[in-house]
């Protein structure tokens, strides 16, 4: 349990699709860590960008075996946390058209969803 109000941290899981290349694990979490607003949370110590294992339901590794994970700290994260998320979206989604702009062959599919990161 968290310190102070034993709120879980929290945080958002970014997972590409089967067809993903490592270098796209790579140039999505660059991506994410260039956009303004994430970049300005991360300045200010409120967020951390890091890669981890991707596993199934089971546990079982998967895909191109990596997950981008955006934690959310400090004292103000419940009431960001909404707004952080939409702007993953947000980002995640211009990378993927970015992607298809410069790459051939379609960008890969990605799911962004909140994820309790307390088991770090």
Known sequence: M???????TQGIRVR?????????IG????????EQPLHE???AGELRIYERPGTDGTGA??????????VVTGAGAAVMFEELLEQVKRAVSAWRANRNAVESGDPP???VE???VDDR
Do not use: S
Not at 2 to 8: I, K, R, S, Y
Not at 29 to 34: D, G
Not at 61 to 70: A, R
């Open 2 to 8: 968290a310190e102070g109000d034993g709120v879980a």
């Open 16 to 24: 590409l699709d089967g067809t993903a290349a490592e270098r796209d």
């Open 27 to 34: 140039a999505l979490r660059k991506w994410l860590e260039r």
């Open 41 to 43: 949370r991360m300045d």
């Open 61 to 70: 590794p998967m895909g191109v075996g990596m997950d981008i994970v955006l």
């Open 109 to 111: 599919d990605a799911e």
């Open 114 to 116: 909140p994820v309790n």
